[in-house]
Every structure is written in structure tokens, then in C-alpha cells.
């Protein structure tokens, strides 16, 4: 059973920044992609960043040139520096690990950590 562990959420004014951290631990033997979604009430679930193992990112355009991802050391890690916060960023980040078993790709999510930002 792969596991996630988000942590770094909480609440910050407009401006400001934050950096969330996601750690997977179990059986992972090849990953796909790592990435972050957010969710806010009443909205679907929606992409905010992506990283392949090959170092390759996708952003969404409303977080491109404040929000960067990478990787870490271990491979296993994800990071999002978030930089100048604003109100609509306020939502639960769920961190995303696709992982690759022989041909088949699995898709896990971490708990979520909400992200509040005041104006």
C-alpha cells in the first residue's frame, strides 16, 4: 500500500508564501509523475502542478511564474513553493503519485492539507 504524507498547509495573508511537501513510502518500485491538485468547496478537484520523473513540468495557467514543483533527492519527495498567495488560492492541496507496475499505471492521492490565504 503506497502512502502519502502532505504536510507544510496553513494560513497565510495575501503575498505571502508557503511550500508543501508530499512523501510517499510503500511498495514503489517506478514513478510515473508526482503533482499536486486543489479543491475548493462546490469546485472539482483540478491540477496545480505535475512533475514527471524525467523532470518535466505542467503547471496550470493560473499558478504559472508564482507556484514552482520539484523533486526531491530521494525521488520520493514532491515540493510546491507557492509564492504571492493570493484569496482564490485558498483550497485542500492533495498531493498525486502515479506509479508504474509492469504496464499498468496506479494513481494514489495524500489526505489533503488545506491552504488558506486572507486578503
Known amino acids: 500500500q503506497v502512502h502519502l504524507v502532505e504536510s507544510g498547509g496553513g494560513l497565510v495573508q495575501a503575498g505571502g508564501s508557503l511550500r508543501l511537501s508530499c512523501a510517499a513510502s510503500?511498495?514503489?518500485?517506478?514513478?510515473?509523475?508526482m503533482g499536486w491538485y486543489r479543491q475548493s468547496p462546490g469546485e472539482q478537484r483540478e491540477l496545480v502542478a505535475a512533475?514527471?520523473?524525467?523532470?518535466?513540468?505542467n503547471y496550470a495557467g493560473s499558478v504559472k511564474g508564482r507556484f514552482t514543483i520539484s523533486r526531491g533527492n530521494a525521488k520520493n519527495t514532491v515540493y510546491l513553493q507557492m509564492n504571492s498567495l493570493k484569496p482564490e488560492d485558498t483550497a485542500v492541496y492533495y498531493c498525486n503519485v502515479k506509479v508504474v507496475i509492469m504496464t499498468s499505471v496506479y494513481e494514489y492521492w495524500g489526505q489533503g492539507t488545506q491552504v488558506t490565504v486572507s486578503s
Open positions: 512533475i514527471t520523473s524525467g523532470g518535466n513540468t
Open positions: 510503500g511498495p514503489i518500485f517506478t514513478i510515473d509523475s
